[in-house]
């Protein structure tokens, strides 16, 4: 059986689980901080088992008042711990990460007595209580991180969360960077092979250092985008300098339309560009000529926006949406709804619905092409439809399904795919990411018939400089025009 066939097909990529393991800590740092105030106030006032101890004179004070101080404790223990790196993944478990959380646990205490001092000055709080509060939180957060750990361990040994990597080109680099990789068990990194013909071996089967092991060549490197879409990698990495600047380029042309990974372990690299950056993968410096966008948390909730968002408009605007469904029948004949093949994220064809706003055979004669403002295949309705935007509002369903977002490059029509790859620098970048029913480009003017090339820059520059913010001001924008009814 083909290696790709015993595969299973992961939706979630290492720097996913990574981003969202990390959300999960912080949200379980914030809950044992919490914890820890109220139990430590507990063993202090209410289990007896300090009194011998009790420097505290008077009654027992309201738990409400240490309940203040959940905020402020949970904020200087998060920071701490964000300034210390002890947010990455691949390094909880460790000794040295316990005694970094010790370190912490000492400045959180610190910083909190300080700022008891200054912001709560009139209040009297029992150092017992933030001594205490202190320890909890250094063992459950330990704890904590021990558990994650060991879950992204199970998780990683199940397949899930893996990144597939291989490296193009063969040279001494190889043995040091495959010793990296497989030195670290379920590390979240699956090496599957070396593409490539500047391996200089004879037999590439056998690709190893003295034939003690056997790495598998998966092909050349002329023929990257379908080994890439074959074994489903997440990341190349370019090691040989007997790859060529050109060939380098090739690779990231032919990958453009594809979310791959692209890294150079340098000599040095003239290939500083747009989304380039200075990596480290255990402790092996690399150039990351591209990154995969819209991954990790962020992307997660970008998901989760799209679904809300689509479903709650696919109900709310139901009756209007009959009613154009009722108009378009009564005015025109043929389908209500029109459907056509579209380019979305990867490559991958989907169908977009529309309101139908032209006539039934418009593309008969004329085939796939771009409508203009007075395109003489409107209807009349279709007009209205088309100024207002209605007739996009059922690519809600697009998007609530998955194959478009709320916000990115507007999908092209599959039968110019092929002219436009060919004539446009770099067109096929606006497929690594999912396509949207509005667009920076869009909101920006450039709808329609309008300069390709300039949709295109506009496009790019949305990909790599993508964020929840940028989207919630396309969208707004968008909102903005068609209440001006410039659509």
Known sequence: MHPCGILKNQAMNNKTLDHL???????LDFCFVATAIVVAYWVRFESGWLESLALHKGGTPPLED????????????????KTLKLYRPESNATVS????????????LLATLAALFFIYHHDAYSRWVMLLATGFSLVWLFL?????HRFRQAV?????GVSRVVLVGYDARVETFIHALRSKSNSGYQFVGIIGRETGIEHPQQVGESGAEAYQSLGQSDEVLQLVQEYRLDMLFIVSP?????AILQILHDCEGVPVQINVIPELSEFLTGGTAIASFDSIPVIRLRETPMQGVQGIIKRLIDIVFSLVALIGLSPLMLAIVIAIRLTSPGKAIFRQERIGKAGKRFS???????????EDKVGHVWATTDDARQTSLGKFLRRWSLDELPQFFNVFVGDMSLVGPRPEMSGLIDTFRESIPHYLARQR???GMTGWAQVNGLRGNTSLEERICYDRYYIENWSLGLDMKIILKTLWAIKKGSR
């Open 66 to 81: 240490y309940f203040r101080l959940i905020p402020l404790m949970a904020i200087i223990w998060l920071m701490t711990l």
């Open 97 to 108: 990460a316990f005694w970094a959380l010790c370190k912490a646990a000492l400045i959180a």
């Open 433 to 435: 990411v999912k396509s």
């Open 352 to 362: 977009i619905y529309k309101f139908r706003s032209m006539r039934a055979d418009a």
């Open 156 to 160: 990683h040994a199940q397949g899930v």
């Open 144 to 148: 904590g991180r021990l558990v994650l």
């Open 21 to 27: 393991l990390i959300a999960l800590t912080v949200l």
């Open 242 to 246: 007997a790859i060529s600047n050109e």
